[in-house]
């Protein structure tokens, strides 16, 4: 496999590794949040907008330095790739 087919590869896993999470919990809250508005047949909008925010900036502060962490080394090792690439040539 060449180098090209493997950074997309890690892309790949990359955006899994930091959109999956977030998707999940999303997920989740809404489910809650559905089950809750149909048992007590409340169907305002912001019960189902202002839970998914909240949840959502908190989780993004808790994960916050995983992703920075794995971003971080990501770009590391595409710019350790660049500079290979550059003495090869």
């Known amino acids: 496999m060449n180098e090209t087919a493997l950074a997309a590869r890690e892309a790949l896993w990359i ?31 912001t019960l189902a907008f202002l839970p998914k925010v909240v949840v959502l900036a908190g989780a993004l502060l808790v994960l916050g330095p995983f992703f920075i962490g794995v971003l971080r080394g990501y770009a590391g090792g595409l710019f350790q790739a660049m500079v290979d690439l550059g003495q090869r040539g």
Request: hydrophobic letters at 65%.
């Open 15 to 45: 955006s899994l590794q930091i959109g999956g999470p977030l998707l999940v919990l999303m997920l989740a809250v809404g489910l809650v949040i559905a089950l809750l508005q149909a048992l007590t047949q409340v169907n305002e909008a």
